[in-house]
């Protein structure tokens, strides 16, 4: 798992790009059983919109800076 | 969190929640970056593995994630600083299902910005109309929920210093928040 930090001197692990959207997949898929690009393109047309604060589209939502393209 | 440049503020600002963590995880925090942005998205940061499973019998498992914007600013909190724009914690059991969540999104899609608490399906409460309500709270650290964690949940502390440590951390981040104030009625 690209993600998988492992440090314990409180330095925190940056994410490349690459790793961010990973991530964002990764979730995505966990708790909705999508790809990332899938749950952006459904939250941009705003088939999410009846409920956002489903507990689990909340979350991947919150990931979202990761998951565009333009991240970073 | 203030720094003579955005890593170090970030770093400045990172550095204390990875300490929080520690007292719960052996779980690392993951972070967009610390460069400013001009675009208004914000870096966000995250648990390298997440939700994390914590030590509790049941089973707990917790999720973090915090946007935050690196800014200019003056006086003693600049030259840079870190700003957070949005949190989520949350508390799962072993089924995945959400117990506890502590939500600030003032900018996202949902009707409430202010600071909220849901009580999940996971908590088994009853009353039908808690499911999916925004309880109002008041701004809340990372490190309250750690301490609720521990105090009340149930969830063995990796380290014998969590109670110092999470008031120390706890006691930086109110130190340099812009709200509420430390002298608000929400403050500390």
Redesign the interface.
């Known amino acids: 798992?690209a993600?998988?930090?492992?440090?314990?001197n409180?330095?925190?692990?940056?994410?490349t790009p690459e790793?961010?959207r990973a991530?964002f997949d990764r979730?995505a898929r966990r708790y909705l059983k999508m790809s990332g690009d899938e749950f952006i393109r459904r939250w941009d047309a705003g088939e999410?919109?009846d409920?956002?604060?489903r507990?689990e589209v909340?979350?991947v939502?919150?990931?979202l800076?990761?998951g565009?393209k333009?991240?970073? | 969190m203030a720094g003579r440049t955005p890593a170090e503020a970030v770093?400045n600002f990172?550095?204390p929640l990875?300490?929080a963590i520690?007292c719960v995880t052996?779980t690392?925090?993951?972070?967009?970056?610390?460069?400013p942005r001009q675009?208004e998205?914000?870096?966000?940061?995250?648990l390298?593995?997440?939700p994390a499973r914590l030590n509790s019998n049941p089973r707990l498992f917790l999720?973090v994630?915090m946007?935050y914007h690196v800014v200019e600013a003056p006086g003693e909190r600049g030259p840079w600083k870190v700003s957070i724009a949005?949190y989520?914690y949350?508390l799962d059991d072993e089924q995945g299902q959400?117990i506890l969540?502590f939500?600030w999104?003032p900018r996202?899609?949902?009707s409430?910005t202010s600071p909220h608490l849901?009580i999940?399906p996971g908590a088994g409460v009853q009353y039908q109309q808690l499911q999916?309500a925004?309880i109002p709270t008041g701004r809340v650290a990372l490190e309250d929920v750690l301490r609720l964690a521990i105090r009340e949940l149930g969830v063995r502390p990796l380290r014998r210093d969590w109670a110092d440590i999470l008031d120390r951390t706890q006691r930086a981040f109110e130190q340099w928040r812009t709200w509420p104030a430390p002298d608000h009625p929400l403050g500390p």
């Open positions: 798992m993600t998988k930090a492992t440090a314990t409180g330095q925190v692990h940056y994410l790793e961010g991530l979730q999410f919109d409920n956002p604060d507990p909340m979350r939502a919150m990931l800076p990761l565009r333009n991240a970073r | 770093q990172l550095g990875q300490q520690s052996r690392v925090l993951v972070s967009s970056g610390y460069h675009d998205e914000p870096h966000l940061l995250t390298g593995e997440s999720s994630t946007h949005a989520l949350s959400e969540a939500h999104h996202g899609r949902s409430v849901h999940g999916g925004h």
